[in-house]
């Protein structure tokens, strides 16, 4: 079961129509190191997941990056509030606009749409949280490449914040994998009486 | 226009709070003996409880299925959604 809370995570304010940014901007959100790809990927492999710590981590990160999915979301919403078809077309968004109008859809920065085929479930805790630890950092690589690329402060802002949760996601992955190694090691020990 | 600037601050409060709570969180998944961290949690959880009642006294729930009350007429449905308060068109 989840909660949906009707606030953002973080604040978002867009004040000025931005296509271009816009078009970048949407691989978070339906890219392969985007944050639907990032939920997903951490809700579904909780299941296999050996320890109640590490389901733990993958449950309250895989939600934390459903809020962020939303941030993302309201981000491209915004900065293609009020564009013009005359600065779609010139943001080179007008083949998105043909198929989405201004509506969110799954697709990385060229267009191409989500797929599962962006994450795996291995059933192997050490492969998928190895799995994770690089997610998290081609996440953080690319909030680095938008930031560079973006030309609007308060957009900027938004995409430190998202880059800093990467940061902090990498960290307890991490300590995920150091303990559940621990774990599976002390399963081959056995005792006698 | 007073009541927008007082209903943005109580959120940004909520949006601190509630992130506070969600980062010790994520620690304490790691860290569940640290005591001090656990306290922390806790204090930042009554905090954030206490700030959602007010925020939604005032202007109506913010969680729904059960999480919070509402007042007649059924205030869930009522506008501006997260997305539509940071661009200028809505709201």
């Keep these: 079961m989840w909660v949906y809370e009707k606030k953002l995570q973080y ?36 299941y296999t997941m050996p320890t109640g710590q590490a389901i733990a981590v993958l449950n309250d990160i895989g939600t934390e990056e459903l809020a962020h999915m939303e941030i993302v979301a309201a981000l491209v919403y915004g900065l293609l509030q009020g564009a013009s078809i005359e600065m779609i077309k010139k943001a080179g968004m007008d083949g998105y606009y043909a198929d989405h109008d201004k509506a969110l859809y799954f697709v990385n920065a060229v267009g191409a749409p989500w797929t599962a085929t962006y994450i795996q479930s291995k059933g192997d805790p050490i492969a998928d949280l190895h799995e994770n630890l690089a997610a998290e950092e081609k996440a953080r690589a690319t909030y680095e490449y938008l930031i560079q690329l973006s030309d609007d402060p308060e957009v900027t802002d938004v995409l430190r914040f998202l880059r800093q949760r990467e940061i902090v996601h990498f960290q307890r992955f991490g300590e995920t994998l150091d303990l559940v190694q621990e774990h599976l090691n002390h399963r081959h020990y056995f005792y006698a009486p | 226009m007073r009541e927008d600037r007082e209903r943005m601050e109580m959120l940004k409060e909520l949006q601190e709070l509630s992130f506070v709570a969600l980062e010790f969180n994520l620690y304490l998944d790691t860290h569940p003996c640290d005591r001090r961290a656990l306290a922390e949690y806790n204090c930042f959880t009554q905090a ?18 059960g999480y919070a009350p509402s007042q007649y007429p059924w205030q869930w ?15």
């Design chain 2, 48 to 65: 954030y409880q206490a700030a959602k009642m007010r925020y939604e006294r005032m202007y109506g729930p913010i969680t729904n299925f």
């Design chain 2, 77 to 91: 449905i009522e506008t501006p959604w997260p997305w539509q308060i940071g661009s200028e068109e809505d709201c």
């Design chain 1, 11 to 46: 604040p978002v304010r867009v004040t000025r129509p931005n296509p271009g940014l816009a078009k970048n901007i949407i691989t978070q959100y339906g890219g392969p190191d985007g944050e639907l790809a990032a939920s997903l990927r951490y809700l579904t492999q909780r």
